[in-house]
């Protein structure tokens, strides 16, 4: 992965060490003194820790965030006349795709009972204007047979 032989030797850095220098002690400034009214001095408080040292300070009230405004809670029969308005929509919906149901199932029975009268209609006026010597149930008549026995009946 690496070559054998290099061609140049590589280069020497020449390393440089720092040592901190340590800086001499700042002269304690005072503080600013800010004249403050007697009446609104705060509390100083001291603490003393487990270790015998002696924590003096002031003590901070928390601040305390103005409460959020209270939520009005919803009332049941606002969350019921909510829901029983989706149901009747959900209703109105069903509704809907039941009368177009029963229209076209209307419409469909109504063809059919069309194309069965249509049908039969023909049928009966095959059967009425087709010739009736085809078939032996018609009645024939022979008129000089009957003009005969008209003859003999009256005569």
Known sequence: MYPDHTPHV???????????????????VPAPLVPVQPGTVPAVASIVLPDGRVVTGYAINPVHPDPAPAKPAVSRTAVNVALGGVGFLAVCGGLILLTSFIAALTAFITQLITLAAVIFGGWIAVQIFSAGGHRGGGTTVNIRKAVIKRNRFHG
Do not use: F, N, Y
């Open 10 to 28: 590589p280069a020497q850095r020449a390393v440089e060490v720092h040592q901190p220098t340590p800086l001499p002690p700042a002269a304690p």
